[in-house]
């Protein structure tokens, strides 16, 4: 089973070498990553303004992107989940939306990726089962 060469906003070749080099492994985790994120914003957006649940849903977003190799969505749910931290350890930093702002589009740039990529996977070449 072959794994796309190239894939916006993903390392593949560095995920697929974490899973033992195992192609299936990948797309594996990558259909978990599409189908149980699918609704991941409305929940994240949801919980902006309690930060131990806004942290718990960017932890979770941070580590579902480093299993599948989308490092800048990994990136930035990094420094979001950083700065939140610091804010449930006492500290009075602002969230800056902007911040968020590029998580949201991170996020649905890093799942409609993998999202084509999980389908054609799926269906085969040419997009037909």
Sequence with gaps: MSVPHSLDGFD?????ERMLGQPLLWWQAVGLFVEHYADWEQS??????DDA???KRV????SAAANVGAGRLAETA????????GRLAGGQSVVPED?????????RESWQAAATAWKENRLGPGGSA
């Design 99 to 107: 911040l968020r702002q590029r998580l949201g589009n991170d996020f």
């Design 59 to 62: 932890h979770a977003i941070r």
């Design 78 to 85: 990094g420094a979001l989940e950083d700065l939140l931290l």
């Design 12 to 16: 593949v070749m560095g995920a697929v």
């Design 53 to 55: 649940e806004e942290r």
């Design 44 to 49: 994240w957006r949801g919980t902006i303004g």
